[in-house]
């Protein structure tokens, strides 16, 4: 079993940062991909980023391209998501997700493990 446990939301004004963090525990953690998702009210959860852990390929959702970045530290098991331009719409509930198996993925059915989300809201 894998836990994953964000953290680093919050209440940001539009045109400010923030970082999300999420920490991988359990069964000797070992992850092929790491995923952010997102969802906002009345939406579906949608793809933000991911990233190989091997490797540290990126891809990312055009809505976030040049605004968002993300990384991570192997040592640490840790996954980031820089957040930073932030606009209204990017207020939701944000999720990590570990994939074990496979390359990087934009679906959230390809990720087996999830955290519990941490709210980001962003006020004009």
């Known amino acids: 079993q894998v836990q994953l446990v964000e953290s680093g939301g919050g209440l940001v004004q539009a045109g400010g940062s923030l970082r999300l963090s999420c920490v991988g525990s359990?069964?000797?953690?070992?992850?092929?991909?790491m995923g952010w998702f997102r969802q906002a009210p009345g939406q579906e959860r949608e793809f933000v980023a991911a990233?190989?852990?091997?490797?540290?390929?990126?891809h990312y959702a055009d809505s976030v391209k040049g605004r968002f970045t993300i990384s991570r530290d192997n040592a640490k098991n840790m996954v980031y998501l820089q957040e930073d331009s932030l606009k209204d719409e990017d207020t939701a509930v944000y999720y990590c997700?570990?994939?074990?198996?496979?390359?990087?993925?934009?679906?959230?059915?390809?990720?087996?493990?999830w955290g519990q989300g941490t709210q980001v809201t962003v006020s004009s």
């Open positions: 990233i190989t852990w091997s490797l540290a390929i990126t």
């Open positions: 997700a570990a994939r074990l198996v496979g390359g990087l993925a934009l679906r959230d059915d390809e990720y087996k493990y």
């Open positions: 359990g069964r000797t953690f070992s992850t092929n991909v």
